[in-house]
């Protein structure tokens, strides 16, 4: 166990829907990351959030969203989903950022299925 | 952009034998990490190499930071079954320091024949 909750585990919806997917980080980490892994796919950094405020921002297509809250949990909002938006979303966190070398934990994941 | 290519996408081997996957990037890295994903599984963070040509182990896994920063390996000796699943290099650039993206390698996914 990461200490990294991600809710829900999975998740079926129609194209054209909005889901948000939500974590919670490990107790004292400050960064939050967003990863999409597709399957036989590599992870793809989505974007990051540290204390807050975004600090680094990957491949996020615009009808996708996030933000992280005073009590530094997330949410990845993804609108007018289609068929290729499904995918393993991951949630991960540090206690600082990637550049301090801070360990990344992740959770474990929140199935998505766009029908 | 940064990108971070692994060689091989898929390895299979006999339990007990050496496997090695390579991770190069078209940029500098200031650092890189290795993480270990098991089948079903989320990735599992293994070391990080910060230093040009430097050298960790840990157990029967070896782990190289290439000279000029822009490669890495991870080297794992007389394979177990526990060894299953896809090994992730993930690194970050050394032009952008202050971005905190790490860019992911495409992975190399280790099967076991017992």
């Known amino acids: 166990d990461s200490g990294v909750t991600q809710t829900p585990k999975h998740l079926i919806t129609a194209t054209g829907q909005r889901v948000t997917l939500r974590c919670s980080p490990r107790?004292?980490?400050?960064?939050v990351y967003w990863y999409q892994q597709s399957l036989d796919q590599g992870l793809q950094f989505l974007i990051q959030?540290?204390?807050?405020?975004?600090?680094a921002k990957g491949n996020i297509l615009e009808r996708f969203s996030a933000q992280q809250f005073p009590d530094l949990h997330s949410e990845l909002n993804l609108s007018s989903l289609e068929l290729g938006d499904s995918a393993l979303y991951f949630c991960?966190?540090?206690?600082?950022?990637?550049?301090?070398?801070?360990?990344?934990?992740f959770g474990e994941g929140s199935w998505l299925t766009v029908v | 952009g940064q990108q971070v290519m692994q060689i091989p996408q898929y390895q299979h081997v006999q339990e007990g034998e050496d496997f090695t996957t390579y991770c190069n990037s078209s940029?500098?890295?200031?650092?890189i990490q290795w993480y270990k994903q098991r089948p079903g599984g989320h990735p599992v963070f293994l070391i990080q190499?910060?230093?040009?040509?430097e050298v960790k182990k840990q157990k029967r896994l070896t782990f190289q930071f290439g000279e000029a920063k822009k490669n890495s390996s991870l080297h794992i000796t007389a394979t177990q079954t526990t060894d299953v699943g896809t090994y992730f290099c993930a690194g970050r650039g050394a032009a952008n320091f202050g971005n905190e993206k790490l860019t992911f390698g495409t992975g190399t996914r280790l099967t076991i024949i017992p």
């Open positions: 190499l910060v230093k040009s040509g």
């Open positions: 940029t500098t890295l200031s650092n």
């Open positions: 959030y540290y204390n807050g405020e975004e600090r």
């Open positions: 991960a966190s540090s206690v600082g950022g990637t550049h301090t070398g801070n360990t990344i934990y």
């Open positions: 107790s004292g980490d400050l960064s």
